[in-house]
């Protein structure tokens, strides 16, 4: 998607093992989320950054952790990932609460 | 808690054919009401809603909003193959953590 890229795109890991998503902008918005997605339970916010160094939880936050150095980049870590955080998860950009929102393509993460 | 309540779940109808995809909300301190499409990958952005009674239309795609009862439509004219995908309607609010709280979409499939 134009703007934004996620990496990796899948990923394949053990069951506590520390694992870092990555999503990285070029719009330059303030903005950035990241988000789950799950059957049946539909897309779920886990953390967001409204500026650099600036972040707060959202609805399934837990095991969860994030960081925002850069406005450019914002980082998703699992400090020991479990079955239970196995989905897509996505990132996503806007310029201001209440505008569009872009979506970054997606990483497929399995626990195993 | 807010929550976004999105009908049917599961729609299939055939080519040519006009849908009509409902989406309910209760939400803390409206903002707008989205609607993406999302196929295999991220969700696309299709309209924002924020006032009343203003229809957004782009091609055979169409929504409103009605604040007072709290819903919104998505409507397709003489749909395509294309068209199928899962449809969601998401709400950014004032009330709770920040971004989009999404219901769990209609999968909307369209037979030839």
């Known amino acids: 998607d134009a703007g934004i890229t996620q990496s990796p795109r899948h990923k394949v890991t053990e069951t506590g093992t520390p694992v870092t998503l990555r999503c990285h902008q070029t719009e330059n918005h303030r903005y950035m989320y990241w988000y789950r997605q799950d059957p049946g339970h539909g897309l779920r916010l886990i953390h967001y950054?409204?500026?650099?160094?600036?972040?707060d939880k959202g609805e399934v936050s837990d095991g969860y952790s994030v960081s925002r150095s850069k406005t450019e980049d914002f980082l998703l870590t699992l400090e020991s990932a479990t079955s239970s955080q196995t989905s897509v998860y996505f990132c996503?950009?806007?310029?201001?609460?209440?505008?569009?929102?872009?979506f970054g393509s997606g990483t497929r993460l399995t626990v195993v | 808690e807010d929550k976004v309540v999105q009908s049917p779940l599961s729609l299939v109808v055939h080519e040519g054919d006009t849908v009509t995809l409902n989406c309910s909300y209760e939400?803390?301190?409206?903002?707008?009401l989205l609607w993406y499409k999302q196929e295999k990958k991220a969700p696309t952005f299709l309209f924002m809603l924020?006032?009343?009674?203003i229809e957004k239309k782009s091609g055979r795609l169409s929504s409103i909003l009605d604040k007072k009862e709290l819903f919104s439509i998505l409507n397709i004219t003489a749909t395509q193959t294309g068209d199928s995908a899962v449809y969601l309607c998401a709400v950014v609010s004032g009330g709770g953590a920040d971004g989009l709280t999404f219901g769990k979409g209609t999968h909307l499939i369209i037979q030839p």
């Open positions: 939400v803390t301190n409206f903002r707008s």
């Open positions: 924020t006032s009343s009674g």
């Open positions: 950054s409204y500026g650099v160094k600036d972040t």
């Open positions: 996503a950009i806007s310029e201001d609460r209440g505008s569009g929102y872009t």
